[in-house]
């Protein structure tokens, strides 16, 4: 159970916390949600957008991370998820195991996610390919 004496309240309002570069991923703008602060480091959540058409996509990956989710908000996404390709569209959540090899390789323009992990410093893992990745939709 999360010790309520080492985080505290938050509310971050539209407008609070602007989308920036600099996270995980260059092609990505993201908006922190004030929670890796309210929890002392223990969950992050922030808001995810696509900011440059798919070309690469994250490559083979997986987190060292306790917990993660992935709630799809504006568009789709797709990831391969070991060996299966898996479409993510708007109202999905999407639970995604520790240490589950990943490839996100496709989205939408208006691709838009909330992410939360544990713990908010959770590390990103390069791995061997597990299949061939299908191409990215060329963005109009």
Not at 72 to 94: I, P, Q
Request: glycine share 8%; charged share 25%.
């Amino acid at each position: 159970m999360l010790d309520r004496t080492d985080t505290k309240f938050s509310h971050v309002k539209l407008g609070d916390t602007d989308y920036v570069p600099g996270g995980l991923r260059d092609f990505f703008l993201y908006r922190d949600l004030g929670i890796a602060e309210a929890t002392n480091g223990k969950v992050i959540a922030h808001l995810v957008k696509a900011n440059m058409a798919p070309e690469a996509g994250t490559g083979w990956h997986r987190h060292e991370a306790d917990f993660q989710i992935v709630i799809m908000v504006k568009g789709w996404a797709r990831f391969m998820y070991e060996d299966k390709v898996t479409l993510v569209e708007a109202g999905d959540v999407v639970h995604q195991r520790p240490g589950i090899r990943h490839y996100l390789f496709d989205y939408s323009p208006d691709m838009e996610y909330l992410e939360i992990v544990s713990p908010a410093d959770f590390k990103s893992v390069d791995v061997d390919p597990v299949c061939e990745v299908p191409a990215p939709t060329p963005w109009a």
